[in-house]
């Protein structure tokens, strides 16, 4: 029901700034929750943002919070990850992933997204 296709991805140095887009398929965009999650080699797949359909509740996790934004343009069928200040520990593979809801309430669990990007990579050098 949704493609999702990640891209902005790259190589920044510390403390500089890259902005992840995800570009997605479908006129029910609007009716999913979205989400950013990333991953390491050798570790599990954690949160990083989510955005409730309409942009109106976002939440973070506590690694990135002050740094990273969450954002989205329904009409332009676009969520957007800002991240300033980047430091090495950041460097992962990023998904996008969907979930259908139209609450308020943000679902960090990787599980309850029912569609995912194919990833893009983000490298900070020290």
């Known amino acids: 029901q949704v493609q999702l296709v990640e891209s902005g991805g790259g190589l920044v140095q510390t403390g500089g700034s890259l902005r992840l887009s995800c570009a997605a398929s479908g006129r029910t965009f609007s009716t999913y929750a979205m989400g950013w999650f990333r991953q390491a080699p050798g570790k599990q797949r954690e949160f990083v943002a989510g955005?409730?359909?309409?942009?109106?509740?976002?939440n973070y996790a506590d690694s990135v919070k002050g740094r990273f934004t969450i954002s989205r343009d329904n009409a332009k069928n676009t969520v957007y990850l800002q991240m300033n200040s980047l430091k090495p520990e950041d460097t992962a593979v990023y998904y996008c992933a969907a979930r259908q809801s139209l609450s308020r309430q943000i679902e960090v669990a990787s599980y309850e997204h029912q569609y995912w990007g194919q990833g893009t990579q983000v490298t900070v050098s020290s």
């Open positions: 955005i409730s359909w309409n942009g109106g509740s976002t």
